[in-house]
Nanobody, 124 residues
Framework: QVQLVESGGGLVQAGGSLRLSCAASGRTVSSNYMAWFRQAPGKEREFVASMRWNGRTTYYADSVKGRFAISRDNAKNTVYLQMNSLKPEDTAVYYC?????????????????WGQGTQVTVSS
């Protein structure tokens, strides 16, 4: 089992930036992909970004391409989500998750371990 703890959420004005962190512990060797998802009030959870622990290819939802960047620090077992040019529609609880799959997926069901989430609120 992998334990994930997100941090870095908060309140920011539109156009501002935030960096989220996700610290992983436990059986991280079983995690091939790390991802960020988000869930806005009244909406289903949606994919935001993903990357492999041991790769450089990154994947993004169209809604965040060019504004968000996922990265990792393997030595710290930490994944980051740099969010720039934030918009009110980015307001959501952001979750990090891990998947044991060896191929890319943006499906929530393919991710077995989840953090508790961190709130991001963007004011207009």
């Amino acid at each position: 089992q992998v334990q994930l703890v997100e941090s870095g959420g908060g309140l920011v004005q539109a156009g501002g930036s935030l960096r989220l962190s996700c610290a992983a512990s436990g059986r991280t060797v079983s995690s091939n992909y790390m991802a960020w998802f988000r869930q806005a009030p009244g909406k289903e959870r949606e994919f935001v970004a993903s990357m492999r622990w041991n790769g450089r290819t990154t994947y993004y939802a169209d809604s965040v391409k060019g504004r968000f960047a996922i990265s990792r620090d393997n030595a710290k077992n930490t994944v980051y989500l740099q969010m720039n040019s934030l918009k009110p529609e980015d307001t959501a609880v952001y979750y990090c998750a891990t998947s044991p799959l060896i191929y890319y997926s943006n499906r929530e069901g393919d991710f077995g371990s989840w953090g508790q989430g961190t709130q991001v609120t963007v004011s207009s």
